[in-house]
T-cell receptor
C-alpha cells in the first residue's frame, strides 16, 4: 500500500463546477504539499499546510491531521485549471533529514 | 525568481549508452533532488544532495549515480542506459518543504 493515496486518479468536470481531490496518508508527516503540473510543464507548489485550511484565489486546501486526510478544492473551475494535481507528504527519512513522499497524482480535465 | 534548468527537454539514447542529465539552480540552494515520474507510479526520489560532494540514495537509486561538484549543479548519470529507464526526469532544489522543480527531461531509451 502506498504511503500517500490520492483519489480520484482521473476527474473530468464542466466549467464552473466545484472540484474536490482527496489525499490520504498512512505515515506521520510534518506537513503536506499540494502541487500542480501542467502538460509538458514543470511542477509548481500550490500550498504547504500542516493544519487547518489555506485559501488562494479559487483554490482551497484543508488538512485533518487526526484523520490523516487532506483535500484540495477548486471553486468555479475553468479549463485553465486542467492539470495533474499531486499531494506530497513531508516525512522524516532518518535523523534530521526529511523527504517528500508523493501521491500518484490526479489528472483533472475541465471542459468548457 | 528561482530558476531550475535542465540540460535537455527531450533526449533519445540507445541501450547501453552512458547518459548525463544536468540540472542547474541559481538560488544558492544547498539541497538538490532528482526524481523520475512514470504513469501510474507518480514521482519517485532517485538521489538527493544536501551539500557539495555529498549524496544520499533515495527510494530507487539502482542503475543511477549522481555528481555534485559545484553547489549550483547536480548531475544524474545513467551508467548503462536500459529501456526501463525511459521516463520523465525532474530535478528540484531548495528546502524539502519548498522545492522548486525544473521543467523535466523526457528520456527515451531505445
Amino acid at each position: 500500500k502506498n504511503e500517500v493515496e490520492q483519489s480520484p486518479q482521473n476527474l473530468t468536470a464542466q466549467e464552473g463546477e466545484f472540484i474536490t481531490i482527496n489525499c490520504s496518508y498512512s505515515v506521520g508527516i510534518s506537513a503536506l504539499h499540494w502541487l500542480q503540473q501542467h502538460p509538458g510543464g514543470g511542477i509548481v507548489s500550490l500550498f504547504m499546510l500542516s493544519s487547518g485550511k489555506k485559501k488562494h484565489g479559487r483554490l482551497i486546501a484543508t488538512i485533518n491531521i487526526q484523520e490523516k486526510h487532506s483535500s484540495l478544492h477548486i471553486t468555479a473551475s475553468h479549463p485553465r485549471d486542467s492539470a495533474v494535481y499531486i499531494c506530497a507528504a513531508i516525512t522524516n527519512s532518518g535523523g534530521s533529514n526529511y523527504k517528500l513522499t508523493f501521491g500518484k497524482g490526479t489528472l483533472l480535465t475541465v471542459n468548457p | 525568481d528561482v530558476k531550475v534548468t535542465q540540460s535537455s527537454r527531450y533526449l533519445v539514447k540507445r541501450t547501453g549508452e552512458k547518459v548525463f542529465l544536468e540540472c542547474v539552480q541559481d538560488m544558492d540552494h544547498e539541497n538538490m533532488f532528482w526524481y523520475r515520474q512514470d504513469p501510474g507510479l507518480g514521482l519517485r526520489l532517485i538521489y538527493f544532495s544536501y551539500d557539495v560532494k555529498m549524496k544520499e540514495k533515495g527510494d530507487i537509486p539502482e542503475g543511477y549515480s549522481v555528481s555534485r561538484e559545484k553547489k549550483e549543479r547536480f548531475s544524474l548519470i545513467l551508467e548503462s542506459a536500459s529501456t526501463n529507464q525511459t521516463s520523465m526526469y525532474l530535478c528540484a532544489s531548495g528546502p524539502v518543504y519548498e522545492q522548486y522543480f525544473g521543467p523535466g527531461t523526457r528520456l527515451t531509451v531505445t
